[in-house]
């Protein structure tokens, strides 16, 4: 099911944000933000497509391609997940 795999990686990203990884606060925040907007996607189940949401996250994925590739590796598999489930 899509929403629990998105939900699994959601959980892998929290738990490497809380090992601290070498971010600025801003990153750190924007990350945070980030989570926030798709686990409320997530819970009012929409299936509507969110470019916006989307877009958010793959731009996630290239800012920490270098230097956090765990991260992103994380980041583009809950990109991943949102079209599957059509977000």
């Known amino acids: 099911m899509p929403a629990?795999?998105?939900?699994?990686?959601?959980?892998?990203?929290?738990e490497q944000l809380e090992q601290n990884p070498p971010l600025?606060?801003?990153?750190?925040?924007?990350?945070?933000?980030?989570?926030?907007q798709i686990e409320l996607k997530l819970e009012l189940e929409t299936k509507t497509h969110d470019a916006s949401l989307a877009d958010g996250?793959?731009?996630?994925?290239?800012?920490?391609e270098l230097?956090?590739?765990?991260?992103a590796g994380?980041?583009?598999?809950?990109?991943?997940?949102l079209g599957n489930m059509g977000i």
């Open 67 to 71: 230097e956090h590739p765990t991260l």
């Open 24 to 36: 600025s606060e801003s990153e750190r925040e924007n990350l945070h933000e980030l989570m926030q």
């Open 57 to 64: 996250v793959n731009l996630a994925v290239e800012r920490f």
């Open 4 to 14: 629990r795999e998105l939900q699994e990686q959601l959980n892998a990203l929290r």
């Open 74 to 81: 994380t980041l583009r598999n809950i990109a991943q997940a």
